[in-house]
């Protein structure tokens, strides 16, 4: 992450995802690969998104975030934080304490973001009004088949050896 007084470095190579909060507050580019989508059912992404969490993720140094008077952090455990919009309320960012990425939550990207969905995370903890059909693998927790599972990040690492982070 960097600050606005470098923005003017991103004129020679655009970026290749931006996202927003709600009313434009904060904005951010990435400059790098995007992990594909992990939805996330834990009870604390399913309290602080209104359902769950749909997430990518990019490397931490290609994350550059524009507007930081608007944009507040929360603790949501010792582990890691949650960026949000103080304006308008939205979910943005995922920062694991030590990871080198961080997650975007991925309604926060602009469109067409040329990702896809891969696994459900943390089904254990899923709400009891919905039903899990989209035939995506599914992990009680973290992914039982990753290293992921030990990483002090959010399935950044997930799937182990894909193509995207
Ligand atoms: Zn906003
Ligand atoms: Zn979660």
Not at 102 to 111: D, E, K, P, Q
Request: aromatic residues 8%; charged residues 15%.
């Amino acid at each position: 992450m960097t600050n606005e007084d470098q923005e003017a470095d991103e004129v020679a190579q655009p970026p290749s995802a931006r996202g927003s909060c709600l009313c434009g507050a904060v904005t951010y580019d990435v400059h790098g690969p995007l992990r594909q989508i992990i939805y996330c059912h834990c009870s604390m992404c399913r309290r602080t998104s209104g359902h769950f969490v749909a997430a990518s993720a990019c490397a931490r140094e290609n994350l550059k975030i524009h507007s930081h008077k608007a944009l507040r952090w929360y603790q949501s455990s010792p582990a890691a934080r949650r960026g949000f919009c103080q304006v308008c309320g939205s979910n943005l960012f995922w920062d694991a304490i030590g990871a080198t990425t961080i997650s975007l939550m991925a309604g926060s990207l602009n469109v067409p973001t040329g990702l896809s969905a891969r696994a459900h995370i943390f089904t254990a903890d899923a709400g009891d009004y919905y039903d899990i059909l989209d035939g995506l693998q599914q992990h009680l927790g973290w992914p039982e088949d990753s290293d992921a599972l030990h990483a002090p990040i959010h399935a950044d690492t997930y799937p182990p050896g894909g193509r995207s982070l």
